[in-house]
């Protein structure tokens, strides 16, 4: 009598699919960092000049204009007048390189975000940006 050797279940993982898809996610990083940009530096040495002037500081100014016509300098709520006269107070600066960020609501009037850029202009500050979204 032959008896019949009873097939046996094989309970193990398939590792190959497994290894399949760690191998995409490490493709896919390998590429994808590829695409980063990276500020490259180069040593330059400038050359000097005697009629020069040499920017110390970075001053940023960011103007809030809400709804309500209310308008923050730098997180302070001021008026019209006291934006123009914080922005006349920072003419003095010349070894300062001002820049303005003008962040108003969609809802103002086209003329009252004129008008602060206007009052921006006339400080001397000549890097005006509107912030969108």
Known sequence: MRFRKEDREDFSFDLTPMIDVVFLLLIFFMVSTAFVDFTRRMDIELPESKSSTPVEKIRN????????????????????????????????DVQVQKSAVIKADKGLPYGDVIKVMGIVKDAKITDISVAVK
Do not use: A, F, P, Q
Request: glycine share 12%; no cysteine; proline share 0%.
């Open 61 to 92: 100014y960011i103007i809030e204009m809400g709804i309500d016509k209310k308008i923050y300098l730098n997180g302070e709520e001021v008026t019209i007048g006291g934006l123009e006269e914080r922005l006349k107070e920072s003419k003095k």
